[in-house]
């Protein structure tokens, strides 16, 4: 049991530090981040799927396939005008679709996993929701994902701790500060591109 706990930890540790890595180059703009995203998340499938935490698993699933666009976009995608993709903002009609989005996949993947043997499925499903919409944002370089992020972050730290994933609540706690550190950062950006 000792040794299976402290094998599962390492793991943690491993993945904790890697998403670290993630976000402090998704920081700078660098498109490696989606490389360390992807091996973070594929080691959270593991990680979740033995704590029962479904909805995060299955959301592991989902940032693996948006680590892919990620790059691709990052790669690829040109905003208006430029070369490259640019940070920019949510019109208000995005706000309030992606409101309405948020709020029907909060409420459906709740209702999902209420049928697993999930304790908290409805936050489990919120944060599903959260981490979906958020992902999508970062891809497209929207400077919203980091306030999406920092709540999300936030109320990951009371539900891992509550699951007695202490490593990974410690993870989300520093993920949240770095939110913060990176909307700064990716406003000045904005404000250099004239956005």
């Known amino acids: 049991m000792?040794?299976?706990w402290l094998s599962d930890n390492y793991i943690e540790l491993l993945a904790s530090v890697l998403g670290i890595l993630y976000v402090i180059l998704a920081i700078r703009q660098n498109i490696w981040c989606w490389m360390a995203?992807?091996?973070?998340?594929?080691?959270?499938?593991?990680?979740?799927?033995?704590?029962?935490?479904?909805?995060?698993?299955?959301?592991?699933?989902?940032?693996?396939?948006?680590s892919i666009y990620?790059?691709?976009?990052?790669?690829?995608g040109k905003s208006k005008n430029k070369e490259v993709l640019?940070?920019?903002?949510?019109?208000?009609?995005?706000?309030?679709?992606?409101?309405?989005i948020l709020t029907i996949l909060s409420v459906g993947f709740g209702y999902l996993l209420s049928f697993t043997n999930s304790d908290i499925p409805y936050w489990d499903g919120l944060t599903t929701a959260l981490g979906l919409i958020a992902t999508w944002?970062?891809?497209r370089k929207i400077i919203e994902n980091w306030l999406v992020w920092i709540f999300t972050d936030l109320l990951c730290v009371g539900i891992y701790y509550y699951k007695e994933l202490y490593p990974t609540a410690i993870f989300?706690?520093?993920?949240?500060i770095?939110?913060?550190?990176?909307?700064?950062?990716?406003k000045k950006d904005m404000r250099k591109n004239n956005l």
């Open 2 to 4: 000792v040794i299976t």
């Open 37 to 66: 995203g992807i091996i973070n998340v594929a080691l959270y499938i593991f990680i979740f799927l033995n704590a029962r935490l479904y909805g995060d698993m299955a959301l592991q699933v989902f940032y693996l396939l948006m």
């Open 70 to 76: 990620g790059w691709y976009s990052w790669k690829f």
């Open 86 to 100: 640019v940070v920019t903002r949510l019109t208000q009609n995005s706000v309030f679709l992606l409101l309405v």
């Open 137 to 139: 944002m970062i891809a």
């Open 172 to 176: 989300y706690l520093i993920m949240a």
């Open 178 to 186: 770095l939110a913060v550190v990176a909307y700064y950062k990716w």
